[in-house]
């Protein structure tokens, strides 16, 4: 009876970790998709469009712009993390 309960613990804790690794797959893929304009950029660092191109926009450690103004949040939301 034991090694029957150890197999469905077994499995349940397979099909937990399977199921939790697609949805980190799915998030972590939909924040790479997910493009900012320069307008989102300034309101998640609280600038006005004039102080992020002065002092962000061009700085060689700032991710680097997309074409049609873009940049990828989640290169932003790291950029952040690491220097804020």
Do not use: H
């Amino acid at each position: 009876m034991d090694d029957i309960f150890k197999k469905l613990s077994d499995w349940i804790r397979e099909q937990i970790e399977s199921v939790t690794n697609d949805i980190v797959r799915l998030k972590t893929e939909e924040l790479n998709a997910t493009l900012w304009t320069r307008e989102e950029v300034c309101n998640k660092m609280n600038l006005s469009p004039t102080t992020f191109d002065n002092y962000y926009r061009y700085d060689p450690t700032f991710p680097k712009e997309l074409p049609a103004k873009r940049w990828k949040k989640a290169e932003v939301l790291a950029w952040l993390n690491g220097n804020y």
